[in-house]
């Protein structure tokens, strides 16, 4: 693991640094109190206390949302990413002593696609992708040669050092302002993605897929109040033309895959005339720590 990435992480049982191990052929990260935790031959490493509530995305997920992001149909969500990340970082150097490499990290980060795009625009950045899938962290140990994977749950504590991380990226994931709030440079930014109301909807009406939740951007912010202050929000669409297993892939990345029957969106699918035309719209949000 980059030693820059290594000096910020902390033990998820006592909060100690951590440091590389190794007996033989086997990897490890261990604390002075002597609690180990395995590095994956995979690349990433499993730091969460205790048994996961949850294994996360399933590797058909991961796989169909690897092939989506690949082609590229969310590009503009990345490079809207990228572009709000560069800014946050210059915030920092301005208003703070920065004289150190940039921590970007990635809470529920999936591939690390995201993760990857924004330490693409970085060149100085180190990046962290935490995630509870197995499968996912996979993919998000390779996504950039400047990023390592975690296994860790964003409800409980983080295994970071406080104050720890320039920029926090939040992608269609679960959002922990507490813990947020701890591990964020006080001039840190936290970049949250979450769908706007008309994200899908050709797709929604016509798959009979999860609706996104009108009231989900007050819930947001109401989530992250009390320890975050918004200091922007902006709205970013895109007009896709899919084919029709590529709608299918689509449907299988997000949850809709755990709500869908495989039968009933077949034969919808079939009824959808090509290219299906579809609408992608997201909210890019951006606080700081109060």
């Known amino acids: 693991m980059d030693p820059r990435i290594l000096d910020r992480l902390r033990c998820p049982v006592c909060g100690e640094p951590l440091a590389e191990a190794t007996a033989g052929t086997a990897r490890a990260l261990r604390c002075p109190r002597g609690h180990s935790f395995d590095v994956a031959r995979q690349g990433y490493v499993n730091l969460f206390a205790g048994r996961a509530p949850h294994s996360g995305d399933s590797a058909e997920m991961v796989a169909a949302r690897t092939d989506f992001l690949a082609a590229g149909h969310y590009d503009p969500v990345s490079d809207a990413l990228a572009a709000a990340a560069t800014q946050a970082v210059q915030h920092l150097r301005d208003v703070s002593s920065l004289d150190a490499y940039p921590l970007v990290v990635d809470?529920?980060?999936?591939?690390?696609?995201?993760?990857?795009?924004?330490?693409?625009?970085?060149?100085?950045?180190v990046g962290l992708a935490l995630d509870v899938s197995k499968p996912a962290l996979r993919r998000a140990a390779r996504a950039h040669p400047r990023a390592a994977a975690a296994v860790a749950d964003?409800?409980?504590?983080?295994?970071?050092?406080?104050?720890?991380?320039?920029?926090?990226?939040?992608?269609?994931?679960?959002?922990?302002?507490?813990?947020?709030?701890?591990?964020?440079?006080?001039?840190?930014?936290?970049?949250?993605?979450?769908?706007?109301?008309?994200?899908?909807?050709?797709?929604?009406?016509?798959?009979?897929?999860?609706?996104?939740?009108?009231?989900?951007?007050?819930?947001?912010?109401?989530?992250?109040?009390?320890?975050?202050?918004?200091?922007?929000?902006?709205?970013?669409?895109?007009?896709?033309?899919?084919?029709?297993?590529?709608?299918?892939?689509?449907?299988?990345?997000?949850?809709?895959?755990?709500?869908?029957?495989?039968?009933?969106?077949?034969?919808?699918?079939?009824?959808?005339?090509?290219?299906?035309r579809v609408r992608v719209a997201v909210r890019l949000d951006a606080y700081r720590r109060r």
């Open 154 to 276: 964003t409800w409980q504590r983080l295994p970071l050092a406080d104050g720890s991380t320039a920029v926090l990226l939040n992608v269609f994931a679960p959002r922990n302002g507490a813990e947020f709030h701890r591990v964020l440079d006080p001039a840190g930014t936290l970049l949250v993605v979450t769908p706007a109301a008309d994200h899908l909807t050709e797709l929604v009406d016509a798959l009979d897929l999860l609706r996104v939740d009108p009231d989900k951007a007050d819930r947001v912010v109401a989530s992250l109040g009390g320890h975050f202050t918004p200091v922007s929000s902006t709205v970013h669409r895109a007009e896709l033309a899919l084919t029709r297993p590529e709608v299918a892939t689509l449907v299988g990345m997000g949850p809709s895959a755990w709500h869908t029957n495989p039968t009933a969106l077949a034969e919808r699918l079939a009824a959808l005339p090509e290219p299906v």
């Open 107 to 125: 809470a529920g980060a999936g591939t690390g696609r995201y993760l990857g795009a924004v330490l693409a625009a970085l060149p100085d950045a």
